[in-house]
């Protein structure tokens, strides 16, 4: 009997560690599974990491670390300064003015001095920076460049900002304002353009936008981007004026572009600060190589707002429809429209001077035309079907082919948005 009893305990306890060998196994391939799905899912978000870095490299350019050292004595005519492992880099998309209407980098200033090419209805003093001048902006002052003319329809702007002692305590009603009044002095303005910047570090103040046209708001808006960082130690400013549309970048980082910010008839820019802990060490602005250049027009800007572009840039080898090097710039800034504006169409239609027989001139304006569609579509990725294009040879010419010069004007492209 107790034999029995053996036997039936021996058997029930195999069943019942068969019975846990094969949980035991089905819970091993669960849990093998499961690490398969997690090395899965892993290699998942690190592909999907590396992908979406590398599209933010092509469509955004890759973003350089900023140092936080300061960074003192970049030119106006260096593309970027270092001094050390610090790097200030001018913006990528700006093109500053060729013609120089105004520019100091105080140079001829003695320190503690006010500089002798500007006004302020406020203080200010020249500083020296390891070995460099800087021009202190403080307390609630407005500071305007005296420039003998007026400023013109198209314009940059182009300033070296160095800020130290931003901390917490620095207050978010702290602003740095770049103006474009229609008064030339400190006069209240009728009609203005505003760009207002917050060197606070402790919260994200965002800026604000204004247009204001015979004395009444055209609109008033938030800039909408943390800029903090870039404020903070040395930056660069660029700004550029085309008629009515106004861009800004601090760097290589574009912040404003608003095609209708500025009125008809505003002429002078101004700089204003308020808000600023007016102490030594607390809220230091400082500005350089500041510098006002003539610009021409800006063809982004011109065909989207006007409709029509005719531009004797784009240029060809004689008596060819080759491109020659020097049409790239446009072309670029053509398919910059494009690429913004993808519901835009445009006709492309060229044009050639009186040299040559008639027909042949018909048929290389045609030619060229498609030369530069083509170039659109394949350097720059523009849909064809975007595009048509024309030739009217010699029939239109804008000036007299008696001479060279008029010769020069008369070869040209032009588009038309449809």
């Known amino acids: 009997m107790k034999t029995i009893k053996l036997y039936t305990t021996i058997i029930f306890l195999g069943f ?8 035991l196994k089905k819970l091993a391939k669960k849990a093998e599974k499961a690490a398969e799905r997690t090395v899965e899912r892993r290699v ?10 590398a599209l933010d490299g092509v469509l955004k350019g890759k973003k350089k670390k900023k140092s936080k050292d300061p960074i003192i004595g970049s030119s106006d005519s260096e593309k970027s300064t270092s001094n050390g492992s610090s790097k200030v880099e001018r913006a990528s998309d700006f093109q500053a003015g060729a013609v120089t209407i105004f520019e100091d980098n105080f140079s001829r200033d003695n320190k503690g001095d ?21 021009f202190r902006l403080g307390g609630k002052s407005m500071y305007i460049p ?14 070296d900002m160095y800020t130290m002692g931003l901390d917490r305590s620095t207050s978010s009603q702290s602003w740095i304002h770049l103006l474009l009044h229609d008064t030339p002095l400190f006069e209240r303005p009728s009609s203005s353009a ?13 800026g604000y936008i204004e247009k204001k046209v015979k004395g009444k708001r055209q609109f008033f808006n938030e800039i909408g981007k943390d800029y903090r960082d870039a404020i903070n130690g040395q930056s660069r400013f660029s700004i550029t004026v085309n008629k009515n549309r106004m861009r800004v970048w601090i760097n290589d980082n574009k912040i404003i572009d608003v095609p209708r910010l500025v009125p008809d008839d505003v002429k002078t820019f101004k700089l204003f600060v308020r808000g600023l802990r007016d102490q030594r060490d607390k809220d230091e602005v400082y500005i350089t190589n500041f510098r006002i250049g003539k610009a021409g027009v800006d063809n982004r800007s011109k065909l989207i707002t006007e409709g029509r572009l005719s531009t004797n840039a784009i240029q060809f080898k004689s008596g060819s429809d080759v491109l020659l090097p020097a049409s790239y710039k446009t072309i670029r800034e053509i398919a910059k429209v494009l690429e913004n504006n ?7 239609i060229g044009h050639t001077d009186a040299d040559g027989s008639e027909l042949s001139n018909l048929e290389l304006s045609k030619k060229r ?27 239109n010419p804008l000036a007299s082919n008696a001479t060279g010069s008029g010769k020069a004007q008369n070869r040209r492209v032009e588009f038309i948005k449809l």
Request: net charge positive; charged share 25%; proline share 5%.
């Open 342 to 348: 993808p519901d835009v169409k445009i006709k492309i």
């Open 369 to 395: 035309a498609v030369a530069v569609m083509n170039s659109l579509v394949n350097q720059y990725g523009i849909a064809k079907n975007r595009m048509v294009t024309d030739g009217k040879g010699e029939s």
């Open 114 to 134: 006010f500089p002798a090419k500007w006004d302020t209805n406020g203080s200010g003093e020249i500083v020296i920076i390891d070995g460099k001048k800087w």
């Open 194 to 206: 505003m760009v207002k910047l917050s060197p606070c570090q402790f919260i994200e103040s965002p």
């Open 44 to 53: 998942e978000r690190e592909s999907q990491k590396k992908t979406d870095k």
């Open 16 to 23: 019942i560690f068969s019975g846990n060998a094969q949980i």
């Open 146 to 159: 005296v420039i003998k003319e007026s400023l013109p329809e198209n314009y940059t702007i182009e300033f």
